[in-house]
């Protein structure tokens, strides 16, 4: 398979990408980049030594997969354009965009390619992402295994069966990132209302967070099991817990969950 890479985008997403996969010793050489924003073409030549292009069409040629990094609303018109190229090359090609369908990937570059679906999220700027991958039927083995690879630069991958649960996906750890933020904000502005100075109530709010992130990750117990290990009966954590019960917690994140699905699926519309 020939491994050489070209990313059709170079913005926040790309930029992770191409890090994590020359850090882990991809050889820069083998990956180039179009991106029409002058500066963001110099700062990945010169921060991963990768070939920036203007166009995509200069990046894809000779690349074995094609990575579509740029924002849903434009991908269109990106694959439209670069079609030709893909019915000549018949690539491997990789999307990242939120909310679009293997389906119409295919379509607008013209059908009959293998097409992976990615979810990555933003902790892929710091190698500690997870991302959501779905194959369209048209990918084989060796697809698979080399999509798996190139999103592992970003940080742990989960394969999706159905295409239908990509937007599950969005709505958990596409958009996750930010409910941990939000719960980090209430807990900062709370602390400071018990009257906390705000430099120790966001110390010691983060370092919770990633206390309690470190535990979910590295012990066996599941997250329940380690809530009941630090609720004792009658104390302050029990007081705690039950007005989150009794304000509805779990139906509200239900309810907030359910409405990013919703919204992906509608922006998945939108953009046929
Ligand atoms: N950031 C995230 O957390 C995240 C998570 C999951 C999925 N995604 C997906 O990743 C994709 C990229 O997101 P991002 O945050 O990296 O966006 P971004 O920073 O805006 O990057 C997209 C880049 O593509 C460039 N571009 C536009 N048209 C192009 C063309 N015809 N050829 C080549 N490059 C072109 C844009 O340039 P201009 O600015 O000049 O338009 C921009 O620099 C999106 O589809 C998004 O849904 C992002």
Same mark, same amino acid.
């Given at each position: ?57 200069? =990046?894809?040629? /000779? &690349? @074995?997969?094609?990575? +579509?990094?740029?924002? $849903?609303? %434009?991908?269109? !018109? ?45 902790? =892929?700027?710091? /190698? &500690? @992402?997870?991302?959501? +991958?779905?194959?369209? $039927?048209? %990918?084989?083995? !060796? ?130």
């Amino acid at each position: 398979m020939n491994h050489d890479i070209a990313f059709i985008g170079g913005g926040n997403m790309a930029r992770s990408l191409i890090g994590g996969l020359v850090a882990r010793g991809h050889a820069p050489a083998a990956i180039r980049v179009a991106e029409p924003v002058a500066a963001l073409r110099a700062a990945l030549q010169a921060d991963f030594g990768v070939t920036a292009c203007e166009h995509g069409a200069q =990046a894809v040629a /000779g &690349a @074995g997969t094609w990575v +579509l990094a740029v924002k $849903p609303q %434009v991908m269109r !018109a990106v694959c439209e354009e670069l079609a030709p190229l893909a019915q000549a090359q018949r690539t491997l090609v990789v999307s990242i965009a939120a909310g679009i369908t293997t389906a119409q990937i295919d379509r607008w570059l013209g059908c009959g390619l293998p097409v992976v679906r990615a979810m990555p999220n933003t902790p =892929a700027l710091l /190698g &500690a @992402g997870v991302t959501g +991958l779905y194959a369209g $039927p048209a %990918v084989d083995a !060796a697809g698979r295994d080399f999509a798996q690879a190139l999103l592992s630069a970003a940080g742990t991958t989960v394969w999706i069966d159905s295409e239908a649960q990509m937007d599950a996906v969005t709505a958990v750890s596409g958009s996750g990132p930010a409910y941990v933020f939000l719960l980090a904000e209430a807990m900062v502005d709370a602390a400071q209302r018990e009257g906390l100075p705000p430099e120790a109530a966001r110390a010691l709010v983060l370092q919770t967070v990633l206390g309690a992130a470190r535990m979910l990750t590295e012990s066996d117990a599941d997250a329940s099991e380690l809530r009941r290990r630090v609720t004792s009966p009658g104390g302050t954590t029990q007081a705690a817990i039950e007005t989150f019960e009794a304000g509805g917690l779990r139906a509200l994140v239900a309810a907030a969950i359910h409405a990013a699905r919703v919204r992906g699926a509608e922006l998945s519309a939108a953009n046929d």
